[in-house]
């Protein structure tokens, strides 16, 4: 099966520092990737959709301008949690998409961001 | 909109037993696919079973299976032989083909019983 590789798993940062978080896709090109975020104890909501080479569209409440998303490869796509503070501490988690097959959603092993 | 529903938070089951946890749906599309994913502590999300809405037969896995009501938007899933690496949160998803977004319901947290 595919193989997604998200990474850092967990990061601890000062408050209004900025966090990358990288997603690669390992053994298929990625047209689309979803971003979501977890909350303790509840379920993934998703953040915004990024297509190769566009830019990403972004779920109503989530800020643009702080979480910038740069999906410039298919293989590779990028979130940074710019300016971040304790209420961004969450779960973030990738889906990159195979293009064509919607059946094929995996995810990547997710990144604990705490911010002190 | 698109909703999924799980109406249980908690479920248990004994080591071996059968259990069925719950999920409707509600969508406007007719192209969609209906998902359970496994999230177990490490947190890493795992594909338990899949089922294309065009398709009138339930799906099956091994020990999981599905009741799919497609006139009643209803997507539950059967665990057989319950054992205790099945103990984990289990998340119902659609999938809309139109809209491409996936979409999560609450959860449902699974124990499993010696």
């Known amino acids: 099966g595919a193989v997604v590789s998200q990474h850092p798993s967990r990061v601890i940062c000062k408050s209004g520092t900025s966090v990358k978080i990288e997603c690669r896709s390992l053994d298929f090109q990625a047209t689309t990737m979803f971003w979501y975020r977890q909350f303790p104890k509840q379920s993934l909501m998703l953040m915004a959709t990024s297509n190769e080479g566009s830019k990403a569209t972004y779920e109503q409440g989530v800020e643009k301008d702080k979480f910038l998303i740069n999906h410039a490869s298919l293989t590779l796509s990028t979130l940074t949690v710019t300016s971040a503070h304790p209420e961004d501490s969450s779960f973030y988690i990738c889906s990159p998409r195979l293009w064509g097959t919607n059946e094929k959603l995996f995810f990547g092993s997710g990144t604990q961001l705490s911010v002190l | 909109a698109q909703t999924v529903t799980q109406s249980q938070p908690e479920m248990s089951v004994q080591e071996a037993e059968t259990v069925t946890l719950s999920c409707t749906y509600d969508t406007s599309e007719s192209d969609y696919y209906l998902f359970w994913y496994k999230q177990p502590p490490s947190r890493q999300m795992i594909l338990v079973i899949r089922?294309?809405?065009?398709?009138?037969q339930n799906a099956t896995e091994n020990r999981f299976s599905v009741n799919f009501q497609k006139a009643a938007k209803s997507f539950s899933l059967k665990i057989s032989d319950s054992q205790l690496g099945d103990a984990a949160m289990y998340f119902c998803a659609c999938f809309q083909g139109g809209s491409e977004k996936l979409v999560f319901g609450k959860g449902t947290k699974l124990t499993v019983n010696p």
């Open positions: 089922q294309e809405a065009y398709k009138q």
